[in-house]
């Protein structure tokens, strides 16, 4: 007699993470967006020491999340208890993918300011300025679009 056929359970549907406070990701990205004012109009040593703050926070950010970074610290201590519940949550990924695309552009203009690309810096800054701007005014992350848009042509590959 032949053995019946083994039962194949499906793996189960990862289980989202917890949600977040979408004001959090906004008031960080404000904070950012002043720093890297800073860095274009201070130019020189100090912008590169600006910069490295702004580096470090995209580091903390893309490791744990942006409720992680010392601008979500400051957020959720100071600005969340004085307003009112969000109205709803969001998946913290794509604000955690901004992050990360965040440190790939200012962590390049660091390195290269580092040795010597002067130019760098505030191309870098620039660029991470008008993303963080986007986000703290308009609520428009590039970063979590880019996430959303990988994932819409990843499933469509699948």
């Given at each position: 007699?032949?053995?019946?056929?083994?039962?194949?359970?499906?793996?189960?549907?990862?289980?989202?993470?917890?949600?977040?406070?979408?004001?959090?990701?906004?008031?960080?990205?404000?904070?950012?967006?002043?720093?890297?004012?800073?860095?274009?109009?201070?130019?020189?040593?100090?912008?590169?020491?600006?910069?490295?703050?702004?580096?470090?926070?995209?580091?903390?950010?893309?490791?744990?999340?942006?409720?992680?970074?010392?601008?979500?610290?400051?957020?959720?201590?100071?600005?969340?208890?004085?307003?009112?519940?969000?109205?709803?949550?969001?998946?913290?990924?794509?604000?955690?993918?901004?992050?990360?695309?965040?440190?790939?552009?200012?962590g390049v203009g660091l390195l290269?300011?580092?040795?010597?690309?002067?130019?760098?810096?505030?191309?870098?800054?620039?660029?991470?300025?008008?993303?963080a701007f986007l986000n703290a005014?308009?609520?428009?992350?590039?970063?979590?679009?880019?996430?959303?848009?990988?994932?819409?042509?990843?499933?469509?590959?699948?």
């Open positions: 007699m032949a053995a019946p056929d083994p039962v194949v359970v499906p793996p189960a549907p990862p289980v989202p993470p917890r949600g977040i406070d979408p004001r959090g990701p906004r008031f960080g990205a404000g904070l950012t967006a002043v720093l890297l004012v800073l860095v274009l109009l201070l130019g020189g040593p100090a912008a590169l020491v600006v910069l490295a703050v702004v580096v470090a926070g995209f580091v903390l950010g893309t490791v744990r999340g942006v409720q992680g970074t010392w601008q979500g610290a400051l957020y959720s201590r100071v600005v969340r208890p004085r307003l009112a519940a969000p109205a709803e949550l969001e998946d913290p990924r794509p604000p955690r993918f901004a992050q990360l695309v965040g440190l790939v552009i200012t290269l300011g580092l040795v010597g690309v002067a130019a760098a810096v505030p191309v870098a800054a620039a660029l991470a300025l008008v993303a005014v308009f609520g428009l992350c590039l970063g979590c679009e880019l996430y959303l848009l990988g994932l819409r042509l990843r499933s469509r590959d699948a």
